[in-house]
C-alpha cells in the first residue's frame, strides 16, 4: 500500500479541477490581453473566476490580485505595507513560513519585532499589545495556521489589537483557505494569502487580498494585468483551476473538518497506545489546532535519522517539517522556534478530503514498524 500523509506540502488535484483546467487548455487559448474574441474569451474565464472566488471569501473582486502562489503574496503584501505606507517596524514571529520570516529579515531599514509565544506556538496576546503600545507604525504579520504544527492563530484577538493601534495587519492563510469558511471582513485582516495546491487545486497559482481601502503599487512590473498590479500574461488555466477547487473546498467545509479531525483523532489516540513516550507538537485541541496538521515527536530509536527515509520504504509518505526546507541540514525552524527537543525524531503527518482510516491503520503499523522495531529502551 502507499499512503500519502504530505498534504500540507501538496494536495492531489481533485478530478474535477483537472477537467476544468483542461477545458480552458482546449477551449480559451488567446491572450487575454489581446482585443479579439479570442482575447477577450479568455479575459472573461479570469474575471469570472474572480468574480467566484471573491463571492466565497466575501471580499470584492477587485480585492484579489492573482499570483504565482502564497510565497509570492506573502511578498507582496509585506513589500507593499512597507514601501506604500511608510512601515517603520514589522512584529511577527520566529515560526512563520520562510515566505515571510526571510523576507522580513531581507528588509533594510526596517525595526523586526518577534512576538513571544509559548511552548505550543500559540501568540503572547499580552506581549503583542505591550509591542504595538510603542506607537510606530507597524505591520502585523502572523500566519492563521502554523503549516509544520498546526497551531492557530487567535485571530479576532490579533484583528482587534491591530485596530486599537492602529497597526496594519497580514495573515498568511496558505494553510487555511479552502479548510475553513474564511470570510475577511469578519477576519479583519488587510492582507490574506493563498495556493490553490494546498486545496487540491494546481500549483503555481494564487491569490494576493488587499483591503479595497489600500492603494498598492505592483511588486512585478512589466504590463498592465491584474490593474496594473502584476505584470505578465495570466496564468489563466491555473486561475481557473484555482477557483474550481476553492468552489469545491466550500461546498462541503464541515464534512471535510469533520473526517478529517476524526483521523487527526483516531491517529492521535492510536499512537499514544501504540508507541512509549509520544509527544505531540503544537496545539492539539480542536479548536486551537488545524485539523490537517500533526507534528509528532518519537522517541530515541538507533536509526532515528532515517525516519521518513524508513517510513517512505513502506509507503508512507509524510515530511519532518516544511517541504520548502527538506533537504536543510539546520532542522526546522518551527521547532526550535518553539523550544522543542530537535535531537529527538520528529515528522509532520498531513491530511486531505481524500485520506482514508484504512490508510491511517497502514502508517500506524509502519510507524510501530520503524519505530520500535528498533527500540533502544524495548
Known sequence: MKVYLDNAATTPMAPEVIDEMSM???????????????????????????????????????????????TEADNMAILCAVNDFGVERIISSEIEHHAVGHTVEHLEGVKIDWVKLNENGAVDLAHLEELLQSGEKTLV??????????????????????????????????????????????????FITCSAHKFHGPKGIGFLYVNKDLKVSPLIQGGAQERGLRGGTENIT??????????????????????VQGLKSYMMEQLTARIPDVQFHGET????????????????????SML???????????????????GSSTGSHVLRGIGADINRPNARFSFSRYTTKEEIDYALDVIEKVVLGKFVNA
Open 24 to 70: 480552458v487548455m482546449r477551449d480559451f487559448y488567446g491572450n487575454p490581453s489581446s482585443v479579439h474574441l479570442f482575447g477577450r474569451n479568455a479575459k472573461g474565464i479570469i474575471e469570472v473566476a474572480r468574480r467566484k472566488i471573491a463571492a466565497i471569501i466575501n471580499a470584492e473582486p477587485k480585492e484579489i490580485i492573482f499570483t504565482s502562489g502564497g
Open 238 to 259: 491555473g486561475i481557473a483551476g484555482l477557483a474550481k477547487a476553492l468552489e469545491l473546498a466550500n461546498e462541503d467545509v464541515q464534512e471535510h473538518i469533520d473526517h
Open 308 to 326: 521518513l527515509f524508513l517510513l517512505d520504504l513502506d509507503g508512507v509518505a509524510c515530511s519532518g517539517g516544511s517541504a520548502c526546507t527538506s
Open 285 to 304: 485541541e480542536p479548536a486551537k489546532s488545524l485539523y490537517t496538521v500533526l507534528n509528532v515527536c518519537f522517541p530515541e530509536f538507533e536509526n532515528k
Open 141 to 190: 504579520s502572523l500566519m492563521h495556521a502554523n503549516n509544520e504544527i498546526g497551531t492557530l492563530l487567535p485571530y479576532h484577538q490579533v484583528r482587534d489589537l491591530c485596530k486599537k493601534y492602529d497597526a496594519y495587519f497580514h495573515s498568511d492563510t496558505v494553510q487555511t483557505m479552502g479548510h475553513y469558511e474564511l470570510d475577511v471582513r469578519e477576519f479583519g485582516a488587510d
